[in-house]
């Protein structure tokens, strides 16, 4: 079983704060994704990285960074936290599906809920 | 401008009926489709999913439809549980763009007892 973990559940933190979220996956899968979730916008993808150090903008990478120094750890960082940036955050991992004839399925952590006041 | 679409935010079924969750998508370069549930305080699973060389995937309850055509696709579950009450998202994939997924704004479902 896939299993991907997230460091937090519910984090509570004040405008202007530096944000950490970590994501951890046993699967050994290349991929790892970070995405924000938010009524009627769906999931949408912040950040993803196909490999150690590698890393690619999604399509709302604004205010946010990532850092990947190992294979199984992806972390988010919110470098100056704002109001704006209140959500659920996800994130997924997956197998490089192109070379091993896989689907694309992506696996998801329980995510972590974000409030900045 | 949103590439995967479902139009209904939310849909109210009774338990034992069928229920009909729908999607579009508008870009011709996804080839691979994935429905996701989730509950609320919970991570998306992954349910079906159905690749463009099909029009039509079965597991159990659970049937995804595609109709290349008209950029459609539709999630049939019957018979509908109280426990199938969640989100569902739809989600797509380009051959060409690595493993990325574009997904819809998720639809609400809710199974009556």
């Known amino acids: 079983d896939v299993k991907v973990t997230q460091s937090s559940r519910y984090l509570v933190k004040r405008t202007g704060e530096k944000v950490f979220l970590e994501c951890v996956q046993d699967?050994?899968?290349?991929?790892m994704f970070w995405y924000r979730q938010d009524p009627g916008l769906g999931l949408r993808l912040i950040y993803f990285s196909y490999d150690v150090k590698m890393k690619e903008k999604g399509d709302i990478p604004e205010g946010y960074s990532v850092s990947r120094e190992k294979k199984e750890r992806f972390s988010l960082i919110l470098e100056s936290a704002s109001t704006n940036q209140t959500s659920m955050y996800l994130c997924?991992?997956?197998?490089?599906?192109?070379?091993?004839?896989?689907?694309?399925?992506?696996?998801f952590g329980p995510g972590t809920r974000l409030t900045v006041t | 401008d949103q590439q995967v679409k479902q139009n209904s935010p939310s849909l109210s079924v009774q338990e034992g009926r069928i229920s009909i969750l729908n999607c579009d998508y508008t870009?011709?370069?996804?080839?691979?489709f994935l429905w996701y549930k989730k509950y609320p305080a919970e991570g998306p699973t992954f349910l079906i999913s159905?690749?463009?060389?099909?029009d039509k995937n079965e597991d159990g309850r659970f049937t995804v439809f595609l109709n290349k055509s008209a950029k459609h696709l539709s999630l049939h579950i019957v018979p509908s549980q109280p426990g199938d009450s969640a989100v569902y998202f739809c989600a797509a994939s380009a051959h060409n763009a690595g493993n990325m997924l574009t997904f819809g704004g998720g639809t609400r479902l809710m199974v009556k007892p």
């Open positions: 870009n011709s370069m996804f080839d691979y």
């Open positions: 997924a991992s997956s197998l490089r599906s192109a070379q091993r004839g896989a689907g694309y399925e992506q696996y």
């Open positions: 159905i690749s463009s060389i099909k």
């Open positions: 699967m050994d899968h290349e991929n």
